[in-house]
T-cell receptor, first 114, second 117 residues
């Protein structure tokens, strides 16, 4: 079974700083997808970024980028120039093409301080 | 982007009653919908996967007779918590995907908070 592990329950940084959230996963599949979701206090799940395992290039979305290390099964999220609105729970998630369902990590509560 | 709507957003019920939560895809046809449960300060746990027109597939440990899931149309899935008890109090979230599955994109509803007294 696939598992996703986020080893940082909480993180806190100052506004405008850069922060990196860690995620590791375990799978025997070769083709799969990885995601980072944001859950603000409203509880609405928001897709931050996604990475296809067959792509070697790391995905980027504006201030958000990932460091995807397939051999190490690591998928970290970097948030640059952090903003107060980035305060939220962040979940790393995995799916393989066949299962069509997401497996979530435990989450990291990120607080951006003014 | 695509919108998935859940209703109600909050519901309070008495122990022993049944509660129905709706999940609608507003601007696309959702061939597959997923129901998750989230306890306070915890992650999302998949409860079941429902495909339009067929029986839902439940995850291990989820009581199918307790959590009835119906996906009668391409835009609507419902979760009914039967004979609810206080331990069923939780945040329930649905998500939906179109025909390409998760190689496309998964859209989440706003969630429904159930409180059983």
């Amino acid at each position: 079974a696939q598992t996703v592990t986020q080893s940082q329950p909480e993180m806190s940084v100052q506004e405008a700083e850069t922060v990196t959230l860690s995620c590791t996963y375990d799978t025997s599949e070769s083709n799969y997808y990885l995601f980072w979701y944001k859950q603000p206090p409203s509880r609405q799940m928001i897709l931050v970024i996604r990475q296809e395992a067959y792509k070697q290039q790391n995905a980027t979305e504006n201030r958000f980028s990932v460091n995807f290390q397939k051999a190490a099964k690591s998928f970290s999220l970097k948030i640059s120039d952090s903003q107060l609105g980035d305060t939220a729970m962040y979940f790393c998630a995995f799916t393989d093409q066949g299962a069509q369902k997401l497996v979530f990590g435990q989450g990291t509560r990120l607080t951006i301080n003014p | 982007g695509a919108v998935v709507s859940q209703h109600p957003s909050r519901v309070i019920c008495k122990s022993g009653t049944s509660v129905k939560i709706e999940c609608r895809s507003l601007d696309f046809q959702a061939t597959t919908m997923f129901w998750y449960r989230q306890f306070p300060k915890q992650s999302l746990m998949l409860m079941a996967t429902s495909n339009e027109g067929s029986k839902a597939t439940y995850e291990q440990g989820v009581e199918k007779d307790k959590f009835l899931i119906n996906h009668a149309s391409l835009t609507l899935s419902t979760l009914t918590v039967t004979s609810a008890h206080p331990e069923d109090s939780s945040f329930y979230i649905c998500s939906a995907t179109g025909g390409r599955g998760l190689t496309g994109e998964l859209f989440f509803g706003e969630g429904s908070r159930l409180t059983v007294l």
